[in-house]
């Protein structure tokens, strides 16, 4: 078993970056693929980047490519989410999740382990 504890959120102006971190307690990160998914107020929650068991392949949903960068260091136990030229429509609760399997998934049923969260407003 794993706890995810995400941080890095914050309140920034469209245009600007940010890196959000998973740090994975008790089973090391490196038993997982990890993703990354956000869901704003009222909407479903949606994947935004996945990364595979050992990092060699990632995956990102079609709203974020380009501007999102999904990484891992597992000496870390730790996971990142770059995120650059943020916009509004950006604004939401972003979730790490891990999935004990080798390849990164879309999907939330795939994932057995998630983190609380963390907010991420973006103004305007």
């Known amino acids: 078993q794993v706890q995810l504890v995400e941080s890095g959120g914050g309140l920034v102006q469209a245009g600007g970056s940010l890196r959000l971190s998973c740090a994975a307690f008790?089973?090391?990160?490196?038993?997982?693929?990890m993703g990354w998914f956000r869901q704003a107020p009222g909407s479903e929650r949606e994947f935004v980047a996945a990364?595979?068991?050992?990092?060699?392949?990632?995956d990102y949903g079609d709203s974020v490519k380009g501007r999102f960068t999904i990484s891992r260091d597992d000496a870390k136990n730790t996971v990142y989410l770059r995120i650059n030229s943020l916009k509004p429509e950006d604004t939401a609760v972003y979730y790490c999740a891990a999935r004990a399997a080798l390849t990164p998934s879309s999907s939330t049923a795939a994932y057995n382990y998630w983190g609380q969260g963390t907010q991420v407003t973006v103004s305007s």
């Open positions: 008790g089973r090391t990160s490196s038993s997982y693929a």
């Open positions: 990364i595979s068991r050992y990092g060699g392949s990632t």
